[in-house]
């Protein structure tokens, strides 16, 4: 819980989401990983934050389809596609630009081939980073989603992922989804020449997630709630996680 104008409130904490529903210039379409989504969302209600979906566009969300069906098809999965409640938040989410990160305890970016066209240069999602990191709070990002993180600079221009170890999309992984040809860069190369330490787990599909400072950072969908665990675990004791 937390303190605001005098009255204690519920800790908040922003999802982040592409609003891009297209593999590039292809017809296959993308958009937000459902498990990743569904399940932080899931977990972050259960321990009591407040949590706010937040997009690019605003408005409904893409997911991608083939998140929605065998083998990504989960229990948490099927479980938010037939919530209406979360299902009606997945449909009218606020647009990035009127949201002000200092706001939320915590900001998670959500998994999703979509975020590596409309999130790695949106200034709007950039400055909402810098708005929470700059007030103390701590940031996690999930496969893709650590896309969004790349190029994100501190009050000196430094890049926040520089001499931090980070976790995102492996270049293995992007090949078994079948974008390895389509994605407009590669995560790893990129955290790696922006000076990150890249860590990585034993399997592309078992959940790896690693924390650094402010930034909590998970390999792929399958760490989806490893992620959200470590952020909730930042945010609530301030220890140093380092590789779980």
Not at 59 to 84: A, H, M
Request: aromatic fraction near 8%.
């Amino acid at each position: 819980m937390a303190r605001r104008n005098g009255r204690v409130e519920s800790q908040r904490i922003l999802l982040v989401c592409t609003s891009n529903p297209r593999l590039g210039d292809s017809d296959r379409e993308t958009g937000v990983w459902a498990e990743s989504l569904f399940s932080p969302y899931y977990f972050f209600t259960r321990k009591g934050y407040e949590v706010t979906l937040a997009s690019v566009k605003g408005g409904k969300l893409p997911i991608d389809p083939k998140s929605v069906v065998t083998p990504y098809l989960t229990t948490v999965v099927k479980k938010g596609l037939t919530d209406d409640f979360i299902m009606a938040r997945v449909n009218t989410t606020a647009c990035i630009v009127y949201i002000d990160g200092a706001e939320f305890d915590g900001v998670f970016i959500v998994d999703g081939l979509g975020i590596m066209w409309d999130g790695v240069y949106n200034s709007e999602i950039i400055r909402v980073v810098q708005e929470s990191l700059r007030a103390g709070k701590m940031v996690a990002a999930v496969g893709h989603g650590v896309a969004a993180l790349c190029n994100v600079t501190d009050d000196r221009g430094n890049f926040i992922v520089a001499g931090k170890q980070m976790t995102g999309t492996t270049d293995t992984e992007e090949e078994l989804l079948g974008a390895g040809g389509m994605v407009p860069f590669s995560i790893e190369a990129k955290l790696r020449k922006y000076g990150a330490i890249f860590k990585q787990g034993t399997s592309d599909t078992r959940p790896f997630a690693t924390r650094s400072g402010s930034i909590v950072t998970g390999q792929n969908s399958a760490s989806s709630l490893l992620t959200a665990e470590g952020l909730v675990e930042a945010m609530s004791l301030g220890v140093r996680m380092t590789v779980v």
